[in-house]
């Protein structure tokens, strides 16, 4: 079963830390995605990346950052953590352009961040 | 123009009824059309999509009705279950797909039994 794989489900991180969020997809998709999810705000897109060693801003770029070392893993960084990135982030992957006719999101479970 | 509308915010329903969400676009552009799912504490998983040179695609239990000169489509659950209570979003994206959809906000379905 394909599948994208975030390493933490919860996570509890002190103001102005550091915070990696990992995720792995095994599907071989050239597309990955990081959005939060927030109540009421629906899913908001941060970074995305098209390839290796490429990434895109999306909607909300601001105090995060993102790294594609392998076409599998795709990190978000808060490099100084907030208690206003308090949420839901979400990764998710897709085909490429070049790669065949399925064009839907395949999307983790989720990690949910408090920054206390 | 990038925006997706969705209503309603929350919907419920009783179980054996009909649930029926809509969302609206601006941007022409979109020409492809999918509905997500989500159930508590679990990533939305694609349910059915749609491209606009049909007016109506159904899979089971669930339709999207597409009226491209009104800008809108929307969901219907038919014969609505307890099953069916998750979070719902519409989206939209254009050439080049799986590279840049945007989300409506969501609506929370409950069903009762």
């Known amino acids: 079963d394909v599948k994208v794989t975030q390493s933490s489900r919860y996570l509890v991180k002190r103001t102005g830390e550091k915070v990696f969020l990992e995720c792995v997809q095994d599907?071989?998709?050239?597309?990955m995605f990081w959005y939060r999810q927030d109540p009421g705000l629906g899913l908001r897109l941060i970074y995305f990346s098209y390839d290796v060693k490429m990434k895109e801003k999306g909607d909300i770029p601001e105090g995060y950052s993102v790294s594609r070392e392998k076409k599998e893993r795709f990190s978000l960084i808060l490099e100084s953590a907030s208690t206003n990135q308090t949420s839901m982030y979400l990764c998710?992957?897709?085909?490429?352009?070049?790669?065949?006719?399925?064009?839907?999101?395949?999307f983790g479970s989720g990690t949910r961040l408090t920054v206390v | 123009q990038q925006q997706v509308k969705q209503s309603p915010q929350s919907l419920i329903v009783q179980k054996g009824g009909i649930s029926i969400i809509n969302c609206a676009y601006e941007?022409?552009?979109?020409?492809?059309f999918p509905w997500y799912q989500q159930f508590p504490g679990k990533g939305p998983a694609l349910l059915i999509a749609?491209?606009?040179?049909?007016s109506e695609k159904k899979e089971g239990r669930f339709t999207i009705s597409f009226n491209k000169s009104a800008k809108q489509f929307s969901l219907h659950i038919m014969d609505s279950q307890p099953g069916d209570s998750a979070t719902y979003f519409c989206?939209?994206?254009?050439?080049?797909?799986?590279?840049?959809?945007?989300f409506g906000p969501g609506t929370r379905l409950s069903v009762l039994p």
């Open positions: 941007n022409t552009a979109f020409d492809y």
């Open positions: 989206a939209a994206s254009m050439f080049p797909y799986g590279q840049n959809f945007v």
């Open positions: 749609i491209r606009p040179d049909v």
């Open positions: 599907m071989d998709h050239e597309n």
């Open positions: 998710a992957s897709s085909l490429g352009e070049g790669q065949n006719a399925n064009y839907g999101y395949t």
